[in-house]
């Protein structure tokens, strides 16, 4: 369509949110000082790291037509395991391997229950959102786990040419989905399963693959999203990770996924989780009560719901 | 006597399509009317202007004598006409008794509350001289289609509809359940209901019905006393037409691609054994329901067979439709939306989606490749527009199934397996179709094409096997193909 390559890969829907963020930074920017200052800029994006991991994995999920309810207490799951393994002196990349594969294993029961089981996603990751809980729960008797080693630490607290290092994870796992979106015959199989998986399974795409690739996917992105909040907070704590589920959603779709399954784009939910991220900071800048920084984020996600709705069938796909 | 009903040069089109042309019909107190046609002669469209459902062009509808106006269900039922479909209209999880007062309920309690006793006593009262062994009391799920049949009987009754159409009835009883439905239809008629009744089936026809009426492609074509008229006539008037054999080439060869050997699944598909060549197309022709599309689906692995062997060369391919994929067959669904194309996605997208190893290296598509590979194969399916990257959902109904059908092109498809290949298809994309299926033929792929439209079959194929009931009941080499064949052995005797 147009002669720009770059420009050409930036769909039309992910530009509708992106002039969404810049709406909505103007205004800040209008009403504080310190809001378009580069830490202020730097601190919405760390803020808006710990969402934008769990968001990726959803954002997969959703496109390929299922949902992830459980994914804070998988993240709280993987972080007491994490923890445990840190404190009792594992060396950290096995312990961080510990926690990613509590991530994944987790994601693995999901797709099983979901792919051979038949189940419905939503019912599936309800069950586990209650489950992984408990577990958790249970594992620490209810206690955070203190005194992580100062070398796990460093891996997330430290930063790269003023860009903290969460920044940098979140930017690289971001780069790796879009790949396997937009590149990968996995990717391909997401958007078809999501888009018609009758059709797609008589056309030969391994449906129950598939369908594990996106919850196991989900599962290690969270696992990644506890591992940097530990090293962030110095502490696991059993009850991290609460509503988590609900602001990825809230991202994806901001972003453009849709919850029929199908379609969605990481650009659209990377910017979507920014503009949750510069809704809080703008309105704390501004001193906002708490309460209304909550209406304003329930008003942003309708908003943006009803001009997709409003715009949809007139986009080029 | 007086008329009951009187439909009077009632027409229809779908756009340039005239699917009901200047159509009448009488009928009389107490009557069974036989509604006859092939498939889309147009007896569903009738009824669903009868019934309110869609509205007619021209035309007029008197009851008694008094013409009415239909302008939806709701004046329908008002008329006193009620419809038993062919898919039963209920809500499975409510009680029987319920589901004969759906959007009736009877009230108490000065109509706040549903009187669910009085529903129940009036239930049993209408079930009575139909069946008094079905209970008011339990949910419809749980009865046999029969039972069910008889409960939307009932609901009619209740509605006081003096007039019922049934649209194939009896498709899923037992001979036993018939005769149960032709002494319901006896004591209906005895209180002066009269029915419409829509069968395939010449024997219940000649058993209960007095006239019929004959309809061919949207036309009335005859009004026959029925016990009088012998059924090969009938039959006759049904498909009539005469067909010039177009210009069909044949290119089989005496290499089997695929062998089929008892192939069964429940009393759908039952002991399905042929041989299919190299460069032959095999007609499959049947009524709707009689089995075609799950033998279809079989093949292509998308049901599992209960029974039987396939193999593909000489060897035998495994399940499930990758399997059956690398084998070499290709599946073209006969529901194009529900279950061929994702309607989102490029058609780039929906051609790679079986051939994703010859798109990808090193775990990544090539896009470049694809894309270019895409056009080529589009460009031979003549796809119009020509543009890959366009969502498939925004091509015309014959473009999407030239996209499907150039799927099957990027993998080494060996058995093209087309289902209702031009359902929906404009007149134009029908042509281009059948020359894409002589081309395939022509490069020694072998194809079977199921198709309800006879002409279609005709002209196409090389070799018809008929279905009916789920078994083949003729196979008809090329000479012996005509539209007196097929239906004399594809409607039960």
């Known amino acids: 369509m147009t002669r720009f390559p770059l420009l050409s890969r930036i769909r039309f829907r992910d530009a509708g949110t992106l002039l969404g963020l810049i709406l909505i930074s103007g205004v800040f920017a209008a009403q504080s000082d310190v809001f378009l200052t580069q830490p202020n800029l730097i601190n919405i994006l760390q803020q808006s790291s710990i969402n934008a991991c769990i968001a990726l994995g959803m954002t997969l999920v959703i496109i390929s037509g299922g949902i992830d309810l459980s994914v804070g207490p998988i993240a709280a799951l993987s972080a007491v395991l994490g923890a445990a393994m840190l404190v009792a002196g594992v060396p950290i990349p096995l312990a961080i391997a510990g926690a990613l594969a509590t991530g994944v294993a987790c994601g693995f029961v999901n797709g099983a229950l979901i792919a051979w089981g038949g189940l419905q996603p939503f019912i599936v990751t309800l069950g586990g959102l209650s489950l992984y809980r408990a577990l958790a729960l249970i594992y620490t008797g209810g206690q955070p786990i203190f005194g992580l080693p100062d070398g796990f630490r460093a891996l997330t607290n430290g930063s790269l040419a003023g860009i903290p290092n969460p920044v940098i994870i979140v930017a690289c796992l971001a780069i790796a989905a879009w790949i396997i979106l937009n590149k990968t015959p996995l990717g391909e199989y997401f958007m078809a399963i999501g888009g018609n998986p009758e059709a797609a399974r008589i056309a030969g795409v391994p449906v129950t693959l598939t369908k594990f690739a996106a919850y196991m996917i989900s599962g290690l992105m969270a696992a990644v999203a506890a591992l940097v909040l530990i090293g962030r907070l110095g502490a696991a704590e059993p009850t991290m990770g609460i509503l988590w589920e609900l602001d990825a959603i809230a991202a994806a779709a901001i972003g453009g996924a849709s919850l029929m399954g199908g379609r969605g784009s990481i650009i659209g939910t990377l910017i979507g989780c920014i503009i949750l991220g510069t809704l809080r900071n703008g309105l704390t800048l501004l001193n906002v009560q708490a309460f209304y920084q909550l209406l304003a984020t329930g008003i942003i996600i309708i908003v943006a719901m009803l001009i997709d709705k409003a715009t949809s069938g007139k986009q080029g796909g | ?493």
């Open chain 2, 1 to 493: 006597m007086n008329q009951r009903l009187n439909l009077s040069g009632v027409s229809k089109s779908f756009g340039p399509v005239q699917v009901l042309d200047s159509v009448s019909l009488t009928l009389l107190p107490g009557e069974v009317h036989g509604l006859l046609g092939e498939n889309g002669a147009g007896k569903s469209t009738l009824l669903n202007i009868l019934c309110g459902v869609i509205s007619k062009d021209s035309g007029t509808i008197a009851i008694d004598g008094k013409p009415i106006q239909i302008g939806s269900p709701r004046d329908a039922a008002a008329a006193g006409i009620a419809m038993i479909h062919q898919e039963l209209q209920q809500v499975p999880e409510l009680t029987v008794a319920q589901n004969i007062y759906l959007g009736a309920a009877l009230r108490h309690a000065g109509g706040l509350l549903v009187d669910r006793r009085a529903q129940e006593t009036e239930a049993r009262r209408l079930l009575a001289p139909l069946d008094p062994s079905i209970d008011v009391t339990a949910k419809v799920h749980d009865l046999r289609v029969a039972q069910r049949q008889i409960v939307e009987i009932a609901k009619a009754l209740r509605a006081q509809a003096r007039i019922i159409a049934m649209d194939e009835p009896t498709s899923s009883l037992t001979p036993k359940e018939f005769e149960r439905l032709v002494s319901v239809i006896q004591t209906l008629t005895a209180q002066g209901v009269s029915i419409i009744y829509v069968s395939h089936k010449m024997d219940e026809v000649f058993r209960l019905c007095s006239q019929a009426t004959i309809l061919r492609d949207g036309r009335l074509v005859a009004q026959v006393p029925i016990p009088q008229t012998p059924v090969g006539q009938v039959i006759e008037t049904m498909v009539g037409r005469e067909l010039a054999h177009a210009s069909h080439r044949s290119f089989a060869t005496d290499r089997v691609v695929l062998r089929v050997a008892n192939l069964t699944r429940g009393t759908a598909v039952q002991d399905a054994s042929f041989a299919l060549h190299a460069g032959e197309v095999l007609g499959i022709a049947g009524l709707v329901g009689s089995g075609r599309t799950e033998l279809m689906r079989l093949l292509a692995g998308v049901d599992r067979a209960s029974g039987g062997t396939i193999s593909v060369n000489g060897r035998t391919p495994g399940t499930g439709p990758r399997a059956r994929i690398r084998a070499g067959l290709g599946l073209v669904p006969e529901e194009r939306k529900r279950d061929g194309i994702i309607r989102h996605r490029p058609v780039a997208s929906n051609v790679c989606l079986p051939a994703m190893r010859g798109f990808s290296r090193w775990g990544f598509i090539r896009k470049g490749y694809l894309n270019e590979r895409s056009q080529s194969l589009m460009a031979e399916v003549r796809l119009r527009p020509l543009d890959v990257t366009r969502a498939i959902g925004s091509f015309s109904g014959g473009n999407q199934q030239k996209a499907i059908i150039g799927r099957w092109l990027a993998t080494d498809t060996q058995v093209f397996l087309f289902d209702e290949p031009t359902r929906g298809i404009d007149v134009g994309a029908k042509a281009e179709i059948y020359d894409l299926i002589e081309k395939l033929a022509s490069q020694g792929r072998a194809i079977i094409v199921v198709s309800s439209e006879m002409p279609e079959v005709i002209r196409v194929s090389d070799r018809v096997l008929v279905i009916r009931e789920g078994r083949i009941s003729a196979t008809l080499s090329r000479h012996e193909i005509t539209e007196a064949n097929i239906a004399r052995n594809a409607i039960p005797a």
